[in-house]
Every structure is written in structure tokens, then in C-alpha cells.
């Protein structure tokens, strides 16, 4: 499923291109996102959409995620059936709006999900969450 979901797009001008940092920040911004998208987030820079280029980009990230970002554009998600793919992506477009809220109010939240907090709910919920956006800030 491919949207073009308004605050995640928004997030692609603000946040590093990084597949780890977008999906950490996204992670913290509501407990159910680590356990939603555990694999965390693949990312696109910037391409002319509909081409080869972007087709091939985005498989390949696919491989290890379930949503892909293309910048300035929109994401794409995948599931088993529409009712969790539409889920990952509400979850997903819900978390960018939460991160854009806080963050115009105040340039450094005062306190967030804290990187034991992630690793706690994805064992409570027994799911293995992707090692690159588990660092330390």
C-alpha cells in the first residue's frame, strides 16, 4: 500500500535520510511503534517517482522492512493482509504527527522512551527490533 501520508512526509525535511534514526525517533514517540514496525523503517532519498530506479530501491529495502519512505513523497507498507498494512501506516503517520507536535513546541523533548524502554517492550512483546536504532543518543 503506498500513501501519501502528510506529517511522515513533513518528517523527510526535517530528519536525517537515515533508515536508524527515523525509525528510533519514530519508536519513541508511542509504545505500540516499536512492537508495529519492529524492523524499523527502510529509506529513499529523493527520486523521480514511477521509474525503474525508485521500483529497485524500494525492493530492496523491502527485504528488510515492512515500510519504506520516499522522501518528500510519501511511504510505501507492507503486511499480511490490508487491515495490517493500513494499520502500519496509520501507526506509522500517527508517530509523525506526535514527533512534529513536540517538536514545535520544544527543540529538545524533555523526556521520551528511553533506549531500555525499547528494548523492554520488544522483549515483553516478543519481537526482535532492529539493532541499528537501538544506540545510545
Given at each position: 500500500m503506498h500513501s501519501h501520508a502528510t506529517n511522515l512526509i513533513a518528517l523527510t525535511f526535517?530528519?536525517?535520510l537515515d533508515g536508524a534514526v527515523f525509525?528510533?525517533?519514530l519508536w519513541e514517540m508511542?509504545?505500540?511503534?516499536?512492537?508495529?514496525?519492529?524492523?524499523?523503517?527502510g529509506i529513499v532519498p529523493w527520486m523521480v517517482p514511477g521509474g525503474a530506479e525508485i521500483a529497485e530501491a524500494t525492493s530492496e529495502l523491502m527485504k528488510k522492512h515492512d515500510v519504506?519512505?520516499?522522501a518528500h513523497h510519501g511511504m510505501f507498507c507492507s503486511g499480511t493482509d490490508f487491515d495490517q498494512t493500513f494499520g502500519l501506516m496509520?501507526?506509522?503517520?500517527k508517530a509523525?504527527?506526535?514527533w512534529l507536535k513536540v517538536h514545535?513546541?520544544?527543540?529538545?523533548?524533555?523526556?521520551?522512551?528511553?533506549?531500555?524502554?525499547?528494548?523492554?517492550?520488544?522483549?515483553?512483546?516478543?519481537?526482535k527490533l532492529n539493532?541499528?536504532?537501538l544506540y545510545e543518543k
Open positions: 526535517v530528519l536525517p525509525t528510533r525517533e508511542a509504545t505500540e511503534c516499536p512492537v508495529v514496525f519492529p524492523s524499523g523503517v519504506v519512505i520516499w496509520h501507526t506509522i503517520e509523525a504527527e506526535i514545535s513546541v520544544v527543540k529538545v523533548p524533555r523526556q521520551s522512551i528511553p533506549l531500555q524502554g525499547l528494548k523492554d517492550v520488544g522483549q515483553a512483546f516478543g519481537v539493532d541499528s536504532a
